[in-house]
Antibody, heavy 124, light 107 residues
Framework: QLQLQESGPGLVKPSETLSLSCTVSGGSISSSSHYWGWIRQPPGKGLEWIGSMFYSGSTSYNPSLESRVTISVDTSTNNLSLRLNSVTAADTAVYYC????????????????WGQGTTVTVSS | AIRMTQSPSSFSASTGDRVTITCRASQDISGYLAWYQQKPGKAPKLLIYAASTLQNGVPSRFSGSGSGTDFTLTISCLQSEDFATYYCQQYYSYSPLTFGGGTEVEI
């Protein structure tokens, strides 16, 4: 059974870089039918897609965050990473990693497996 | 970006009720729509994709319909475990993928 588990600091200072990791178990991140990505949810608000990556390196980012975001995949450790630069209080949210259905031909589709989420607070 | 608008934003219902949630896209997205259920403190769960295809393991009381710009999620006989927030998501364009604002189904 595929499982995703996020990890990383729960508190980040303004202007610094948020770094999260997602460990994929029970399946391979080197799948030709899936992208792997991140979604966030500010407290009491809705869902915002951050971006996703195919194991071979193809990435797709939300234009609203693209200048500050880097998503990477490590196929040797089956890990997915998120870096978000120059954070502000507006980046406070629960961050989810998720497997996205899709592929290089079909593109990025919907999310069929989610991690439990990790809360990140941006505060000095 | 394609804007997804859900209605209502919240409503009250009782177990056994038939409920319908609406999602409207700002442009034609064909059938490239998914529905998710989220309970408090939990990650979203995929219910439906391709507007009407039930994800494995999802009870048959859930159904989806629609195409183009207008979509609905229907729960035929509301159960206690169905009280949650529901989100639609378009994947016609992944620049960016976008979600509706959510519909909270309350007791």
């Amino acid at each position: 059974q595929l499982q995703l588990q996020e990890s990383g600091p729960g508190l980040v200072k303004p202007s610094e870089t948020l770094s999260l990791s997602c460990t994929v178990s029970g399946g391979s991140i080197s799948s030709s039918s899936h992208y792997w990505g991140w979604i966030r949810q500010p407290p009491g608000k809705g869902l915002e897609w951050i971006g996703s990556m195919f194991y071979s390196g193809s990435t797709s980012y939300n234009p609203s965050l693209e200048s500050r975001v880097t998503i990477s995949v490590d196929t040797s450790t089956n890990n997915l990473s998120l870096r978000l630069n120059s954070v502000t209080a507006a980046d406070t949210a629960v961050y989810y990693c998720a497997r996205h259905m899709g592929g290089l031909v079909r593109g990025v589709l919907y999310m069929d497996v989610w991690g439990q989420g990790t809360t990140v607070t941006v505060s000095s | 970006a394609i804007r997804m608008t859900q209605s209502p934003s919240s409503f009250s219902a009782s177990t056994g009720d038939r409920v319908t949630i609406t999602c409207r896209a700002s442009q034609d997205i064909s059938g490239y729509l998914a529905w998710y259920q989220q309970k408090p403190g939990k990650a979203p769960k995929l219910l439906i994709y391709a507007a009407s295809t039930l994800q494995n393991g999802v009870p048959s009381r859930f159904s989806g319909s629609g195409s183009g710009t207008d979509f609905t999620l229907t729960i035929s006989c509301l159960q206690s475990e169905d009280f949650a927030t529901y989100y639609c998501q378009q994947y016609y364009s992944y620049s960016p993928l976008t979600f509706g604002g959510g519909t909270e189904v309350e007791i």
